[in-house]
């Protein structure tokens, strides 16, 4: 009888003890929800407000209200027929594709030299390249054009005015190389041996076993990449100056300098250019999420 009388006081107090702990985490939680609750809140409030002067009259989008009393889809239509979209529209998916692709390839083979093959200086050109990300952008865009002008043409293609310009610049990521070589260098050495006695070579060995284990970083610079060629503008407007070739962000800031005060016609504008990004979001949110989660970049 006293064994138990002991045992129930013991889970007593052990239970006292744990929700004296329990408390203080319990509070930390609350103000965890309450600041990413404010933060969701103030992001999404441009989003919205964004989305519902879309919608409303010219008259109701030049005042102060918030949510439209009636909703106008054709100014979407009016939009898209007065700024030109549709050909920006699809200057932006090539251009977009394009280095996409290139990125993937190029850094890809980069990673797996760097993280799988020994070569002399390796280590050193691996700082070089590292360190080459402390420089900002906007200092190597003058060197940059200045490149792409005295080049002049790729061949048959031209460089200016044309998708070279606008894509191959940026193929060669040094955040891709480096975040694929973090995680390729994890590959355990085992996998490369079996390959090699089956007859594998490197390039059999990246295809066949490497790339399906990095589809976690891979999903990361998919992403990113596509946000970053679909929203690119200080360079397209360097390095064009013919609609042609012209992507949907130089489009938008045309449309919005004609616009004038029609800020419906504005905001239904700009809806259409993220259009792509919101869908890529909803489909590839959750791998995105699981991606990060799991490939080096959380460090």
Do not use: C
Not at 92 to 101: C, D, M, R
Not at 122 to 145: D, E, Q
Not at 184 to 213: K, M, N, S, T, W
């Amino acid at each position: 009888m006293a064994d138990i009388n002991s045992s129930n006081l013991f889970t007593q107090l052990r239970g006292k003890r744990q929700r004296r702990f329990d408390s203080p985490k319990r509070g930390r939680n609350v103000i965890s929800y309450i600041v990413l609750t404010v933060g969701a809140f103030i992001s999404l409030v441009p989003f919205l407000w964004m989305i519902f002067k879309s919608v409303m009259s010219l008259g109701e989008s030049m005042g102060a209200a918030f949510i439209p009393t009636e909703i106008h889809l054709e100014n979407y239509t009016q939009a898209w027929e007065f700024g030109n979209f549709s050909e920006y529209f699809v200057n932006s998916i090539l251009i977009t594709v394009i280095t996409l692709v290139g990125e993937l390839i190029f850094s890809i083979l980069a990673a797996y030299a760097f993280a799988r093959i020994d070569f002399p200086g390796k280590n050193i050109f691996f700082g070089l390249l590292i360190a080459t990300i402390m420089i900002p952008a906007m200092v190597t865009t003058i060197p940059n054009l200045l490149i792409v002008t005295w080049l002049g043409r790729v061949g048959p293609l031209k460089w200016l005015n044309n998708w070279p310009a606008l894509t191959i610049p940026f193929m060669g990521s040094v955040f891709s190389i480096f975040l694929l070589r973090q995680f390729f260098i994890q590959i355990p050495d085992e996998l490369y041996d079996a390959a090699r006695i089956d007859g594998a070579g490197h390039l059999r060995f990246l295809a066949q076993v490497v790339i399906p284990l990095s589809k976690a970083p891979i999903m990361v610079i998919i992403v990113l990449s596509f946000i970053g060629s679909w929203n690119a503008l200080a360079w397209p407007m360097l390095v064009t100056t013919e609609p042609e070739w012209r992507p949907i962000a130089v489009g938008l800031m045309n449309f919005v300098s004609e616009a004038g005060q029609q800020v419906n016609l504005m905001m239904a504008g700009a809806f259409i250019t993220i259009i792509p990004i919101v869908i890529m979001y909803f489909f590839t949110q959750k791998q995105f999420t699981e991606s990060i989660s799991r490939s080096g970049i959380k460090g």
